[in-house]
């Protein structure tokens, strides 16, 4: 079981920020980039970038803590085939891409391309039929369960009714599949999701709307220790 920290960002130094109150705790952080057409809500670099990702990508500066974090971007984006190359140049370990972003043969493209370079991640919405990600399975590292079809904003509550079936069926299906899921994770959703059967839990605001956001892994580290 791992706690993944996610970070929702308007402004790039946001990131920096809250990267300093967790490393030493966590060893992955999640990034989320959302477009504002894919996902409603928009995050940097869509908005209030003011030349960072263009340093980071010249390699003129590495993305903050990059020795000491391991970074996944969830990519809420209309066009993820522009997005993969790109958050991968910018030091990627994993890409989460959703399955209602693009059509399934560029997917399966994308994935064919990338998938030996950097850890793939596949998410999908609660509404969205569990078929259309099966196809896909057996090329991807691991699986990102949404746990709100309202992605791309911080506290939105865990969907239960479509959640916890999908992960269960995932689980009994693919029983050595990484299954994340992420929004609605906190101390009280987190035992019933480890319970359906996911292996990642990511959390935006059960670990950054603390007072102490570190502590906060802890507790639900201790959910399951």
């Known amino acids: 079981m791992k706690i993944v920290p996610a970070i929702i960002a308007k402004e ?31 995050t940097w670099p869509y908005i209030g970038d003011h030349g960072e990702i263009a340093g980071i990508l010249r390699e003129a500066e590495g993305f903050p803590y990059w020795q000491e974090l391991d970074f996944e971007f969830d990519l809420m ?36 391309e990338w998938k030996h370079v950097v850890d793939f991640g596949l998410a999908l919405k609660p509404s969205t039929p569990l078929e259309k990600l099966e196809t896909f399975l057996h090329e991807v590292t691991f699986v990102q369960c949404m746990g709100n079809d309202r992605i791309s904003f911080g506290g939105v509550p865990l969907d239960e009714t479509l959640v916890l079936p999908k992960i269960s069926h995932l689980r009994k299906k693919y029983p050595e599949l990484t299954i994340s899921i992420d929004i609605g994770v906190n101390l009280e959703t987190a035992p019933r999701l480890i319970a359906a059967g996911a292996t990642r839990l990511v959390a935006g605001s059960a670990v ?14 201790g959910l399951f220790s």
């Open 77 to 112: 984006v209309a066009k993820p085939e522009e997005a993969v190359p790109f958050w991968v140049k910018a030091g990627a370990s994993r890409v989460i891409v959703h399955i209602e972003s693009i059509e399934p043969d560029a997917l399966s493209d994308l994935i064919k």
């Open 12 to 42: 790039f130094s946001e990131i920096p920020a809250k990267l300093e109150l967790v490393k030493g705790v966590a060893d992955t952080v999640q990034i989320d980039i959302c477009d504002g057409k894919f996902a409603p809500n928009k």
């Open 208 to 221: 950054f709307g603390k007072a102490n956001p570190a502590q906060a892994i802890r507790e639900l580290e």
